[in-house]
């Protein structure tokens, strides 16, 4: 099984109020022409399509385009593409069921059901929802969990950092547990601990819903 990963393409993007559409064009020409020549099974794309959560018109296309070009330049590519925390987890899940149809699945949010108790509540998570089962051309298989931008209400943990490790956690061996003989390939887009960040660029601050 052929995986190519790539993130962060930030589509819609201005470089101090200059238009970077034709940088961007230029990224995609020279990615389509990687996956052609790479013929891999799978495409996953780990959020920051966008740069906003209201990308403009022109970058949306871009967006499209290039899926309508990478599985038709490639037999059988499969293309599974998560929320970052630029992006628009509803938008990007819109049109959900119409990509799906053309073997590209999306993730903008992480379902969840409010299950009613004797005392309060709870939120129940559909793990199941984040594993996409993959087949490559040979008939190999893995599952991959698609993990959006995890939001503080999903996290549910006065910690941060360690709801999103539970979060990971209990994704993970659920997987385990439905798909015990599958190689299983995670994933995400978040926060790295001790990284950089600059105060004056406030686009990290941006979260889409």
Known sequence: MKLIHTA????????????????????????????RQQRPDALIISGDIFDTANPPARAEKQFFDFLIQATSAVEGLQVVATAGNHDSASRLEAPRALL????????????????????????????????????????????????????????????????????????????????????????????????LLYTSDAADDLIGV
């Open 8 to 35: 962060d393409w930030h589509l819609g993007n201005t470089f101090h109020g200059h238009d970077r559409a034709d940088e961007h064009a230029h990224f995609l020409s020279w990615l389509l022409e990687v996956v």
């Open 100 to 195: 799906t149809r053309q073997r590209v699945e999306v993730r903008g949010h992480v379902h969840r059901t409010w299950q009613q108790q004797e005392e309060g509540g709870r939120w129940v998570i559909d793990y199941e929802d984040l594993m996409i089962p993959l087949t490559g051309r040979t008939g190999d298989r893995v599952v991959v969990l698609a993990v959006p931008f995890l939001r503080s209400d999903v996290v549910q943990n006065s910690c941060y950092s360690q709801g999103v490790t539970d979060l990971l956690r209990q994704l993970t061996n659920r997987a385990r547990e439905l798909y015990p003989d599958t190689p299983i390939v995670m994933m995400a887009h978040m926060y790295a601990k001790g990284c």
